[in-house]
């Protein structure tokens, strides 16, 4: 019998493992609970280059992707895992999810069902980041409106990891700074920076976009009391020893007119 993957951590024939979790997906018989085993099981083999591509040329990956239409959110989000793992620095497998009809549904369903959007998001920001042919898609999709709109979700983990979506694509290809400037993402990044749990990863996300923004979008439209913002910032990450955060803000503070001396209004 193949020793089980979540159990040891040690698997005696990953293919064959992998074989048997996707004949039992395509089988309708198959129980739910099974499927979620099946699937988080993938996920973990999935994020071994080589057998993320044996997935794939065994036809299990579209297996797995098909169940991202599923009733069932806890399949659907296990669904998103073996994609978050399996496309990560792997070519081949990114090319398929981007050039089917993959990406769409997840960006769908990441303005769906509370349940799957987390997860959903988490699967589009490893497809994309880094990976041009797929930011080129995604655009295409407007996947930068279904980005803003997380951001300004009440669900902290989603605005978190769109945060650092952006982020990281914005440091990545410098011309995005300027499609999220036009479509006011600075507004919204201040509201972040001006509520929440500074010991937080949003805080760090959004002051590396900010960051981003300022150096490649010499028009951006600041808010009036950005520097208000960032000074009553600077001040409560004292309070938390947030070294990172501390050093972008201050180097934030220095590019910013101070109002005293430029009287620009934005």
């Known amino acids: 019998a193949v020793v089980s993957t979540q159990s040891t951590g040690v698997v005696a024939d990953p293919a064959r493992e992998m074989h048997t979790h996707v004949a039992l997906l395509k089988n309708t018989d198959s129980s739910e609970e099974e499927c979620l085993y099946a699937l988080e099981a993938l996920a973990f083999h999935a994020e071994d280059i080589d057998q993320a591509n044996d997935l794939y040329l065994i036809g299990g990956l579209q297996v797995c992707c098909a169940y991202l239409k599923h009733t069932n959110t806890e399949l659907q989000n296990a669904a998103c895992e073996v994609i978050a793992s399996a496309v990560q620095n792997n070519e081949k497998v990114a090319m398929f999810v981007t050039d089917s009809d993959v990406l769409n549904i997840l960006l769908k369903l990441v303005e769906g069902e509370k349940e799957v959007r987390v997860k959903s998001l988490y699967a589009v920001s490893c497809l994309v980041r880094g990976n041009n042919d797929a930011l080129e898609k995604f655009n295409e999709l407007e996947g930068y409106n279904v980005i803003v709109r997380a951001l300004q979700s009440d669900i902290t983990k989603l605005q978190t990891k769109a945060l650092f979506m952006v982020s ?7 011309k995005q700074s ?24 949003s805080t760090l996300h959004a002051l590396s976009l900010l960051l981003s923004i300022s150096h490649d979008c010499p028009d951006a439209v600041f808010p009036k009391d950005a520097r208000d ?17 501390v050093n972008i803000c201050e180097t934030l503070l220095q590019r910013w007119p101070d109002p005293r001396r430029d009287s620009v209004e934005r």
């Open 178 to 201: 300027e499609l999220y400037c036009t479509m006011g993402i600075t507004e919204q990044l201040f509201v972040v920076l001006g509520s929440g749990d500074v010991s937080g990863p």
């Open 168 to 174: 990281s694509i914005c440091a990545s290809y410098p």
């Open 229 to 245: 913002v960032l000074l009553e910032l600077r001040t409560r990450l004292d309070t938390v020893a947030q070294a990172e955060e």
